[in-house]
Structures are given as C-alpha cells and as structure tokens.
C-alpha cells in the first residue's frame, strides 16, 4: 500500500509538471484535497463511486496544484478560477453521488 501511495504521488507530481517537490507535502495536499471533496459531495473516500471517477480525480488534482501554488496569503484571478473550477465538479458530482447511494441503499434495502 505505501509503494502504492508513493507511484500515485510520484504520478501527481509528473502530471502537475512540478519540479523538485517534497513528496510528502505532495502526498498531504493530495490527503487534504480528497477529505475535501469528499466533505463537500459526501459520503466516505473508500465508497466505490469515487473509484476511478475521472471528474473526481481531475479535481482533486487541480486543488492539488491550487494548494502547492498558494502558499502566500495573496492569489491571483488565475488561482482563483481554479478553485472554481473545482466548485463547478462538486456542483455535478454532488447530485451525482446521491443518486449512486440512493441506488445503494435501495440495493441493500431489496437484500434484506
């Protein structure tokens, strides 16, 4: 598992096009950026809607890049037009993973 958790920081690290990052503070925000939007959608981050979610990967991955650019207390309109965009993939995937666990709990409810 920690070979695994350090090929994907490796991962994030080439995708992003960072040069000479820490992997551990990679591998932080990367922890940081998925409890976020987990929060903000719902849910667990071992629910398997997240799985392989490519619109959920893409933002988790562009927060990973807004928390390694700002780390001064000014942003630009640049950074900031990030962040929304990562506001615009919890508006879609919000609703989208109601419906998943809805059709999970009628799931495990018909089983029973």
């Known amino acids: 598992m920690a070979d695994e958790k350090k090929d994907d920081v490796d991962t994030l690290i080439d995708n992003l096009r960072i040069d000479n990052a820490d992997s551990s503070e990679i591998s932080t925000y990367r922890d ?15 629910d398997e809607f997240y799985q392989g979610n490519s619109r959920f ?9 807004y928390y ?20 615009t993939f919890i508006l879609q995937l919000k609703p989208e993973y109601q419906f998943w666990k809805e059709a999970q709990d009628d799931g495990d409810s018909s089983n029973g």
Not at 73 to 85: H, I
């Open 57 to 65: 990967n893409l933002a988790v991955q562009m927060l990973i890049d």
């Open 68 to 87: 390694y650019k700002n780390k001064s207390a000014t942003t630009s309109s640049k950074e900031k037009e990030t962040y929304y965009g990562v506001q």
């Open 32 to 46: 940081v950026a998925i409890d976020y939007m987990v929060s903000a959608i719902g849910g667990t981050k071992d």
